[in-house]
């Protein structure tokens, strides 16, 4: 079976990528390969993956915000399923150009599941996130909740893009499954993120900027467990059987959390990142970023209940592993 992947050079649609092969599967990979962070990490992964698994993996530069291009692209390729992971992350730089935001994730979006409908694909599974929470105050977060009040742009593309899929699939009942991602973290990590930040200052002496004085916490969520939830949610295509979904479409249409369903402190994270690096902290604190939220816990019993995800990776056993492969790839001793 051939599956397209978006997002194929990113944190999570190279490690997806990864499992799919190694369980047998083909991948059709695309990515704009931007400069959001640093492409060569991009190749990187990307060199990794066709070194693993040779002809099972292709890959092109493909922006799918492109119409024509991704028409193009798709003219060449048969695929069954898709798993879009593409997007325009970060909540930060929403605030300083909106306008990425906009085009990859709400035209974006739209252009694959055209491609989902016009395909007639078995399943699509998208990226959401947990920002689409937004200032929600009751913890853990679950996916009947209200989410109409985003705080960041990002959040509002991403809340978007389950409205709009919802529509899709209600009206072409195309099996669909959100993921609302928390705080991915890992080897082969993203640069923007708190945890490559923080170890990359740590490993240079240089102080940790901390925002609202170090009063925050995440639910951290190790790669692994992540890329198993994905797959899990691939191979379980929400039913057409007007039944009430996950999140509560009746149309073939789930969304899920998908988190470690810990809550840890912000500065516990920083204490287990000392004892990995075997280097001790100097904070600098600051106030509360725009668009940014002080607490994330995913309630994953929806996941739990329908495909039987339970993460088994604690930061004290992830970080140490993320901070060995930080030091390999930049060959720090």
């Known amino acids: ?29 695309i990515d704009n390969l931007n400069d959001y962070y640093d492409p060569k990490l991009k190749h990187a992964r990307l ?8 002809n099972a993996f292709s890959f092109e530069c493909v922006d799918f915000a492109d119409q024509g291009a ?5 003219r060449h390729h048969r695929f069954d399923r898709i798993v879009h992971l593409g997007a325009q992350a970060g909540v930060r730089y929403s605030l300083i150009n909106p306008h990425s935001y906009v085009r990859s994730n709400l035209l974006g979006h739209v252009n694959m599941l055209e491609l989902a409908r016009h395909r007639g694909v078995d399943h ?28 960041s742009l990002y959040a509002a593309t991403k809340k978007s893009d389950e409205l709009i899929s919802e529509s899709y699939s209600h009206l072409f009942r195309i099996p669909m499954t959100g993921l609302r991602f928390f705080t991915v973290y890992g080897p082969w990590g993203r ?23 170090g009063e925050m916490r995440r639910d951290f969520t190790y790669i692994d467990d992540i890329v198993s939830g994905v797959i899990a949610c691939l ?25 470690n369903h810990r809550s840890e402190e912000l500065m516990r994270m920083i204490g287990v990142l000392e004892g990995a690096t075997g280097r001790t902290a100097r904070i600098d604190f600051q106030s509360l970023q725009p668009g940014d939220v002080t607490d994330t816990y995913a309630d994953i019993s929806a996941i739990q209940r329908d495909h039987g ?12 592993r993320f901070v060995d492969w930080f030091k390999s790839y930049h060959g720090i001793d």
């Open 1 to 29: 079976m051939s599956i397209l992947v978006t997002g194929a050079a990113g944190f999570i649609g190279s490690q997806v990528s990864q499992a799919l092969m190694a369980r047998g599967e083909e991948v059709v990979g």
């Open 47 to 54: 060199a990794n993956l066709k070194t693993g698994f040779g």
């Open 70 to 74: 991704l028409a193009e692209f798709t």
């Open 124 to 151: 699509f599974v998208y990226a959401s996130s947990s920002s689409v929470y937004g200032g929600n105050d009751t913890l853990p977060f679950r996916v009947e909740d209200r989410v109409d009040q985003p705080i």
């Open 191 to 213: 640069p923007d993120m708190a945890m490559w930040i923080f170890t990359k200052a740590l490993l240079a002496d240089q102080p940790l900027v901390v925002f609202n004085n």
């Open 235 to 259: 191979d379980g295509a929400p039913k057409d059987d007007r039944e009430v979904k996950a999140g509560g479409s009746r149309s073939p249409h789930a969304l899920y959390n998908i988190g």
């Open 309 to 320: 995800f339970t993460p088994t990776t604690s930061i004290d056993e992830g970080i140490p």
